[in-house]
């Protein structure tokens, strides 16, 4: 099946800053979703974005397909920001439904 | 409010005893799935239904079994069978083919 890999695995950031959240994924996909869980593990969708570049208030989420990556953006990173950020993803030869997920970046936004 | 219930938050069993999860959703979706999280890891696939009467094995099914008799509910059990159960159980739902998922908010199995 299709291979997902985020990275970096762990995050500290400082309130306010910067930061880039990496996918790579090893095959064509035609559905490609990132997740937000937070410390209670409730999981919230942020984006749907198999390709192009989406953006939803402090967050921005780029895919390109051809090259097999995505990458999630977060600005002025706030600490409710805190939390597993997950990408997942679905082979264009798996059945519809069939959402591989990455293992994650944790990431820890301090004050 | 729409949305996507699982039911209880917490749940504690003894070895050798099957239990069924709860979910519900009012979205009006027609997929459903279930997924089980360790800790520090990624979520895993046990089952899926694109519609209703329907369902198919995801990555992990072994020791599961699931129902799909309304379009609104898709209840999980976790069967003797299943040799490492207490895990953290999300269940989600979408509109289908290529649209996003949304999850509820989790039932964390105990079993000891």
């Known amino acids: 099946g299709i291979q997902v890999e985020q990275s970096p695995p762990d995050l500290i950031l400082q309130e306010g800053a910067n930061s880039t959240l990496r996918c790579n994924f090893s095959d064509s996909v035609n559905n490609l979703q990132w997740f937000h869980q937070n410390p209670w593990g409730q999981l919230i969708n942020l984006f749907y974005?198999?390709?192009g570049t989406k953006q939803n208030g402090r967050l921005s989420a780029t895919t390109v397909a051809t090259e097999r990556y995505s990458l999630l953006y977060i600005s002025s990173s706030q600490t409710t920001d805190s939390g597993v950020y997950f990408c997942a993803v679905e082979g264009t030869t798996d059945s519809w439904g069939k959402l591989q997920f990455g293992a994650g970046t944790q990431v820890v936004v301090t004050p | 409010d729409g949305g996507i219930t699982q039911s209880p938050k917490y749940l504690f069993r003894k070895e050798g005893q099957n239990v069924t999860l709860s979910c519900e959703q009012n979205l009006n979706h027609d997929a459903m799935y279930w997924y089980r999280q360790d800790p520090g890891q990624g979520l895993r696939l046990i089952y899926y239904?694109?519609?209703?009467?329907?369902?198919q094995k995801g990555d992990i099914a072994e020791g599961y079994s699931v129902s799909r008799e309304k379009k609104e509910s898709f209840p999980l059990t976790v069967t003797s069978a299943q040799k490492n159960p207490t895990a953290f159980y999300l269940c989600?739902?979408?509109?289908?083919?290529?649209?996003?998922?949304?999850f509820g908010n989790g039932t964390r199995l105990t079993v000891t």
């Open positions: 239904s694109q519609i209703v009467n329907d369902f």
């Open positions: 989600a739902s979408s509109m289908g083919y290529n649209s996003p998922l949304h």
């Open positions: 974005i198999p390709s």
